[in-house]
């Protein structure tokens, strides 16, 4: 698996899209399936660094760690934040979707977002270090 490593800062989240757009070429995802997968990286990134590092006063990492193998890529972010399990936030449910845009509260789409845009989502905390991982199928095994 390969490991780039990024400083935990906004400027970096342009690195790492550009790496999870090479990854997804590399894999041959369809431009869809590349852009779905760009977007839940950045989102998660994103939380990482603004709700994980600046909010918290920490400052650290964002690793991310790639595999095409077995008809799969995987992406992992980790990093070195307050340990945080975005599957176990409440996500926004039918009722929510139902109000007017201006009467939503802010908060949780991203985390939807993601969820909806891979294959696979998981969260584990290992060795201290938070563990986001992204699963698109490849359909080439």
């Known amino acids: 698996m390969e490991r780039i490593t990024f400083p ?3 400027d970096s989240l342009e690195g790492i899209r550009q790496i999870v757009k090479e990854e997804s070429q590399r894999a041959g995802l369809s431009k869809k399936a590349a852009y779905n997968l760009i977007l839940a990286i950045d989102e998660i990134a994103t939380n ?6 600046e909010e918290t006063g920490n400052e650290g990492p ?3 760690l790639t595999e095409n193998s077995d008809g799969k890529l995987t992406v992992i972010l980790e990093d070195d934040a307050p340990p945080f399990d975005p599957l176990k936030r409440e996500l926004p449910n039918e009722e929510f979707f139902n109000k007017p845009l ?3 509260p802010i908060g949780g789409m991203g ?3 993601t ?3 891979v294959d696979e989502f998981k969260y584990e905390l290992a060795d201290n270090r938070n ?10 095994n």
């Open 115 to 117: 969820i909806n845009a």
């Open 131 to 140: 563990r986001n991982i992204f699963i698109v199928k490849t359909g080439d």
């Open 8 to 10: 935990g800062t906004l």
């Open 48 to 53: 990482i660094i603004v709700h994980g590092y």
């Open 102 to 104: 201006e009467e939503r």
């Open 111 to 113: 985390i939807h977002l």
């Open 62 to 64: 964002v690793d991310v």
